[in-house]
């Protein structure tokens, strides 16, 4: 099964900020990667799908990118309603595999 | 629009069984796959496997093979997971989740699983 490490595990940053997570698959996986936000007691939401296309209705402050096998979501500006779990999900082979997730709070 | 609306939280004993039910609407049920997805108490997102809404054929990811079924009432657009024989290690939150492309675009609101004697 592909591997799909995420970092870090925890983060707190200020309103406004910039926040990086990283996910890093543990072989090829082209674009194949989502990303997720699951607040408590919910159930998680698309953000991004294919590395990079933001989904429908999330705020242009989300992006995703990648280089090689690292894929990285990117909050332009963290607002009030950011803080949750951010999970990876790599869709290129069977099974599907999340990443460990990353808390992220408000500063 | 699109959802899926699962049951509601259970209460169960080591040994019984539990049926967690998946109604979707707002599409058409055969062509997506269902997916079933894991998540203990405080933890991650396990994926636990899928049904082919077309065929009724069921693939079960490793950890759960033996245990775990999935079925379909098609006439109903309602996909279910079965676990039987509970134990501890089977309570989480299990969610249902609609997947378009290569990822998981709907989800259920997830039903909560206790096992407790």
Known sequence: DIQMTQSPASLSASLEEIVTITCQASQDIGNWLAWYQQKPGKSPQLLIYGATSLADGVPSRFSGSRSGTQYSLKISRLQVEDPGIYYCLQGYSAPPTFGGGTKLELK | ?117
Do not use: H
């Open chain 2, 1 to 117: 629009q699109i959802q899926l609306v699962q049951s509601g939280p259970e209460l169960k004993k080591p040994g019984e069984s539990v049926k967690i039910s998946c109604k979707a609407s707002g599409y058409t049920f055969t062509n997506y796959g269902m997916y079933w997805v894991k998540q203990a108490p405080g933890q991650g997102l396990q994926y636990m496997g899928w049904i082919n809404t077309e065929t009724g054929k069921p693939t079960y990811a490793d950890d759960f093979k033996g245990r775990f079924v999935f079925f379909l009432e098609t006439s109903a657009s309602t996909a279910y997971l079965q676990i039987n024989n509970l134990k501890n290690e089977d309570m989480a939150t299990y969610f249902c989740a609609r997947r378009l492309g290569r990822q998981f675009d709907y989800w259920g609101q997830g039903v909560m699983v206790t096992v407790s004697s």
